[in-house]
Each structure stands twice: as structure tokens, then as C-alpha cells.
């Protein structure tokens, strides 16, 4: 399968499991490694993720998100086609993956982080884009940020106020899976206490920084709780 980029010029070549850039008329292999399905990292620093054969993914909607270039959102690179001119995979940067406990991180890191995703879905809403597939499988934590990645089942609305009030929606709801799954994670179990107080916290950006900014981490609050 040859990939070919916007300006019809052949970039990368999948042989079977193997990828190959061309570059100058020839080509060179790439060390590739499968991430998940459809998507592998090439070499250190870059991903393709190939798209399924039935996608009806918006391109004119991700070219829209590339040239935002959103601080929070990862960095989409090259778009590519088959040699029927129909987009079947791009380029992304490439993350890696941390294990971090969001109860004993630093409070600034949460509310950085926040605060950040939270500019991201205002700009995105301004472009009438829905943020419908944010979930925890869909960022990466690092040890210093929080990254929202696989935006291919992103739609555009139709009303900007709308738009922006469900992105936000979406925003708060992973905060709170995210912190629901480190209390399982690294406590044992859930606990329906500090769940309340979880939801409670993540129901805005002004109710979030004001109750955890008085502590060194989220954990001195939340286990307030158990």
C-alpha cells in the first residue's frame, strides 16, 4: 500500500507489517511498532493511524484542528490518501504514555491541565467542532501534561454556545472518570464518598481551582472523603 500526501507525492510505503518512507526517489525503512489497532509508531518521534476502510471521518474538519495547532491537543502532521485520492491515514506526533497518580501528583499539574483542555474546547467550539470521543482511553498523561488525541470521530455543530457547552460537558467528564480510575487504581477499590466529591469538584473551571488550590495535591482533599 503506497500512502500518498496532499500534494499527490508518495510518502510512505506498508509492506505487509513493515513501513517504509519515500524521500529523493528512493526509499528507507522505518523501526514501526503497533500501538493499537491502526495505529503504529514510526521511528521515535511520529504515528500513523490508518483509518478503516468504511470511515467517513470530516477532513476538511481535521485540516481545520491541524491548523489551529490547540495547546492540549496532539500535533496532527500529514495527511494521507490512497491512490483513488481518498484519505485513508495521517501522521501524528507521537506521545509516551506515563503512570500517574493524579491523588499524589503536584495540584498545580490538575489544575494546569484543566484549565488548558478547558481554552482547547472553547477554541474548538468556536469552530463549531464537537469534541464527542473524550474519554480516558483518548489522552495521554505525561509527566508534565495532558494530551487529547484521536480526533477523527470529532463532528462540527451547528450553534456555537451549544457546541462549547457540550465540549465542556466532555471536559469535566473525563476529569472525573480519570480520578475515578486512579481511586480504583491505586487505592484498592472505588469509593462512593470520595466519587461524590470527584463529580462535585469537576463541575467547573472556578469550583475546581478554588477548592484544590488550597492543597499541595488532590489526594489531601479527596481522601478527605474516605
Known amino acids: 500500500m503506497i500512502y500518498y500526501d496532499e500534494d499527490g507525492n508518495a510518502k510512505i510505503i506498508n509492506k505487509g507489517r513493515k513501513f517504509y518512507q519515500v524521500h529523493d526517489g528512493g526509499i528507507e525503512y522505518i523501526k514501526s ?3 493499537y489497532s491502526g495505529i503504529y509508531r514510526l521511528g521515535l518521534d511520529k504515528c500513523i493511524k490508518i483509518l478503516d476502510d468504511k470511515n467517513n471521518v470530516d477532513l476538511e474538519m481535521m485540516k481545520t484542528v491541524r ?6 491537543l496532539y500535533q496532527l502532521r500529514d495527511f494521507l490518501f490512497n491512490m483513488d485520492d481518498k484519505f485513508v491515514a495521517y501522521m501524528m506526533d507521537y506521545y509516551k504514555r506515563e503512570n500517574i497518580d493524579l491523588f499524589s501528583q503536584g495540584v498545580d499539574y490538575t489544575i494546569y491541565n484543566y484549565l488548558r483542555l478547558e481554552r482547547a474546547m472553547k477554541l474548538l467550539g468556536d469552530n463549531l467542532i464537537c469534541v464527542n470521543d473524550l474519554h480516558d482511553g483518548n489522552v495521554i498523561l505525561t509527566d508534565s501534561e495532558i494530551i487529547m488525541i484521536d480526533i ?3 463532528y462540527r455543530g451547528d450553534k456555537e454556545e451549544k457546541v462549547k457547552r457540550y465540549n465542556l460537558r466532555r471536559l469535566n467528564e473525563l476529569f472525573i472518570t480519570l480520578y475515578k480510575c486512579d481511586l ?3 487505592y484498592g477499590r472505588y469509593y462512593k464518598s470520595a466519587e461524590g466529591s470527584i463529580e462535585e469538584v469537576f463541575t467547573s473551571s472556578d469550583k475546581m481551582v478554588k477548592t484544590l488550590s488550597k492543597y499541595k495535591c488532590p489526594g489531601e482533599y479527596f481522601m478527605k472523603w474516605l
Do not use: F, R
Not at 491548523?67 to 492540549?72: D, E, H, M, T
Open 184 to 186: 480504583a487504581h491505586y
Open 152 to 154: 477523527d470521530n470529532y
Open 67 to 72: 491548523g489551529l495547532n490547540i495547546a492540549g
Open 33 to 35: 511498532s503497533k500501538i
